[in-house]
């Protein structure tokens, strides 16, 4: 399970839910991606997703 995910349980329906944990704006968010991906984890847990995918931190060749 994702570590960000693992304190929570997973959905009831058996079948594993996995969204992409980024867009092109992430970098862009105020106090940080990851910091604000913590902070939603008992919305995104409730609403059924049981892993979160994140790229490793990097920066792009690319400005967009």
């Known amino acids: 399970m994702s ?3 693992h304190h929570h349980p997973p959905n009831n329906d058996g079948f594993t839910n996995i969204v992409s944990g980024f867009n092109w704006e992430s970098s862009k968010k105020k106090g940080g991606w990851y910091n604000f991906l913590i902070k939603s984890i008992p919305e995104i847990a409730a609403s059924g997703i049981t892993h979160v995918w ?3 931190p990097s920066h792009s060749a690319s400005s967009e």
């Open 3 to 5: 570590p960000l995910l």
């Open 54 to 56: 994140l790229p490793p």
